[in-house]
């Protein structure tokens, strides 16, 4: 028994989620911000340019930058 292997959704499951489409910024992008110091959504906002456009994105924004600031003070901690 041979399983297909369709190579565009292959390809799609690999490439980097997009977190904001209108400024295609991934989640790795921001984790990557956030660890060099985006230390406010203000910062990650200026650096990253994610959810200057269309908003849409920015919920989601706000949950990467809360999970990952969480991390950081738990490390501290
Ligand atoms: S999806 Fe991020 S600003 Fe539109």
Known sequence: MSEEIDLSSLYAMMRPK??????????????????????????LIDTTKASTNCGNCAGSVLVI???EMDKKKSRIS
Do not use: H, P, Y
């Open 18 to 43: 997009k977190v904001c489409l209108c400024k295609s910024v991934t989640e790795s992008e921001l984790v990557t911000a956030i660890e060099n110091g985006c230390d406010t959504m203000e910062k």
């Open 65 to 67: 930058f809360q999970r």
